[in-house]
C-alpha cells in the first residue's frame, strides 16, 4: 500500500492507516486507532441522534480509507439494525480509491470485504439495505450536486485546516448547510475556535462531547436538549475579539 504519497502506519488499536507525504499528516489519529476513532468520533454520535430512523442519507468527507463508511456498515451489522444507509462520499485521491482492495483492513470488514473491492474497482456499491457512491474529485464542487434538504449525517473528516483549508471555512459549511436536513447531525474531531465560528457563522449550533477522552464537535440546525454541551460562540467573540472565522 506504501507509495510515492502515502506510507503505511499501524495504530495503537491494531489498525493500520496512512501517513499523507502530501499533506504532512497521517489520517488518522495513531493514538486512539482508525477504527476506533470512526465508530466513537462520528458514527456513536450520529446513530445515538438517529437512533429511530429507518434510511438514513450520509455525507462522508473525505472518503480517504473509507473508515467512516465501512465502520457505519460493521456497526450496523454488529447491532442487527433494520435501517438502509445512503453514502455519499468525495474523494479527490483516484489512485488512493483503486488501491483500497489491497489494503489491510482490520478482521472488523472482512465479512464486507465485497464491497470494499467494489467501491475500489467501480466507485459505486448497492444492495436492499446499503448504498455507496464516491465521486473523485473537488468535494467543494461535489457539494453543488445535491439537492437542498438531502442529508440526514455529515462526517466531518478532511485533513486539518491547515493543509485542506477550503474544506473549513464559512462558505464551505455554508453550502453544507443547504444540503441538510433539518435535523442533520454533524460530526467532527476539529475543536479549534476558528472552524467552530466558521460552523457557527454558516448557521449551525454548536455543542461539545467526548470521545476516547477527548473534545469533539458536533454541529445541529436546532438546539439539542440531549447531545453534547451546547457552546456559546457570541460569548467566545465578547471576550476574545481577535477571533474570526475561516473565509474563501
Same mark, same amino acid.
Given at each position: 500500500?506504501?507509495?510515492?504519497?502515502?506510507?503505511?502506519?499501524?495504530?495503537?488499536?491494531?489498525?493500520?492507516?496512512?501517513?499523507?507525504?502530501?499533506?504532512?499528516?497521517?489520517?488518522? !489519529?495513531?493514538? =486512539?486507532?482508525? %477504527? &476506533?476513532?470512526?465508530?466513537?468520533?462520528?458514527? *456513536?454520535?450520529?446513530?445515538?441522534?438517529? @437512533? +429511530?430512523?429507518?434510511?438514513?442519507?450520509?455525507?462522508?468527507?473525505?472518503?480517504?480509507?473509507?473508515?467512516?463508511?465501512?465502520?457505519?456498515?460493521?456497526?450496523?451489522?454488529? !447491532?442487527?439494525? =433494520?435501517?438502509? %444507509? &445512503?453514502?455519499?462520499?468525495?474523494?479527490?485521491? *483516484?489512485?488512493?480509491?483503486?488501491?483500497? @482492495? +489491497?489494503?489491510?483492513?482490520?478482521?472488523?470488514?472482512?465479512?464486507?470485504?465485497?464491497?470494499?473491492?467494489?467501491?475500489?474497482?467501480?466507485?459505486?456499491?448497492?444492495?436492499?439495505?446499503?448504498?455507496?457512491?464516491?465521486?473523485?474529485?473537488?468535494?467543494?464542487?461535489?457539494?453543488?450536486?445535491?439537492?437542498?434538504?438531502?442529508?440526514?449525517?455529515?462526517?466531518?473528516?478532511?485533513?486539518?485546516?491547515?493543509?485542506?483549508?477550503?474544506?473549513?471555512?464559512?462558505?464551505?459549511?455554508?453550502?453544507?448547510?443547504?444540503?441538510?436536513?433539518?435535523?442533520?447531525?454533524?460530526?467532527?474531531?476539529?475543536?479549534?475556535?476558528?472552524?467552530?465560528?466558521?460552523?457557527?457563522?454558516?448557521?449551525?449550533?454548536?455543542?461539545?462531547?467526548?470521545?476516547?477522552?477527548?473534545?469533539?464537535?458536533?454541529?445541529?440546525?436546532?438546539?439539542?436538549?440531549?447531545?453534547?454541551?451546547?457552546?456559546?460562540?457570541?460569548?467566545?467573540?465578547?471576550?476574545?475579539?481577535?477571533?474570526?472565522?475561516?473565509?474563501?
Amino acid at each position: 500500500m506504501e507509495n510515492s504519497q502515502n506510507i503505511l502506519v499501524s495504530t495503537e488499536d491494531g489498525s493500520n492507516t496512512l501517513y499523507s507525504k502530501k499533506y504532512n499528516q497521517h489520517f488518522h !489519529n495513531t493514538k =486512539d486507532g482508525a %477504527i &476506533n476513532e470512526a465508530l466513537h468520533k462520528h458514527i *456513536f454520535p450520529a446513530f445515538l441522534y438517529h @437512533q +429511530n430512523k429507518k434510511e438514513l442519507n450520509i455525507l462522508d468527507i473525505c472518503f480517504g480509507l473509507g473508515y467512516n463508511s465501512f465502520a457505519t456498515i460493521f456497526y450496523i451489522l454488529e !447491532n442487527n439494525l =433494520d435501517i438502509k %444507509i &445512503n453514502i455519499y462520499s468525495p474523494e479527490l485521491d *483516484f489512485d488512493l480509491i483503486k488501491s483500497l @482492495q +489491497n489494503f489491510s483492513y482490520p478482521k472488523e470488514f472482512e465479512k464486507f470485504r465485497n464491497i470494499i473491492n467494489e467501491l475500489s474497482l467501480n466507485q459505486k456499491y448497492e444492495d436492499e439495505k446499503i448504498k455507496i457512491e464516491l465521486f473523485i474529485g473537488d468535494a467543494r464542487e461535489v457539494l453543488k450536486t445535491f439537492p437542498n434538504n438531502f442529508f440526514d449525517i455529515v462526517y466531518q473528516d478532511a485533513f486539518s485546516s491547515e493543509v485542506n483549508y477550503e474544506l473549513w471555512t464559512k462558505e464551505y459549511f455554508e453550502d453544507i448547510y443547504k444540503i441538510s436536513k433539518k435535523d442533520c447531525i454533524i460530526t467532527t474531531y476539529a475543536i479549534a475556535t476558528p472552524i467552530r465560528l466558521s460552523m457557527y457563522e454558516a448557521g449551525f449550533k454548536i455543542y461539545q462531547d467526548r470521545a476516547l477522552n477527548k473534545k469533539i464537535s458536533l454541529g445541529f440546525k436546532k438546539e439539542q436538549n440531549s447531545m453534547g454541551k451546547v457552546v456559546n460562540m457570541e460569548w467566545k467573540q465578547v471576550v476574545n475579539k481577535e477571533l474570526k472565522a475561516l473565509y474563501d
